[in-house]
């Protein structure tokens, strides 16, 4: 989407929290795009999370995910978003 980034994630059990994991993201996206001359905010400084719940199936959330720019008119059904990356092993 042009405004705003969908991630499905799920922390390892040893790993950063997801609040820290967000943190990370946009630290790191933030430094690449000051080296490419990029200024002003790029982030906000929240997000918004949501827990999958027992009923939810993560390959129904990607599918949602998905399917956020045919519903917001941005592209045809059936064609790619040219930002979208699903890793089918992952799900």
């Known amino acids: 989407m042009p405004d705003h980034v969908h991630v499905v994630v799920e922390p390892p059990g040893d790993g950063p929290s ?7 993201v946009k630290g790191w996206t933030t430094a690449r795009a000051r080296n490419l001359g990029v200024t002003g905010a790029l982030w906000q400084k929240r997000f918004h999370d949501h827990v999958l719940r027992p009923r939810e199936r993560p390959d129904q959330i990607a599918a949602y995910i998905v399917g956020n720019p045919v519903r917001k008119h941005l592209i045809r059904e059936g064609e790619t978003w040219p930002w979208a990356y699903l890793d089918p092993e992952a799900i």
């Open 18 to 24: 997801v609040s820290e994991f967000v943190r990370r």
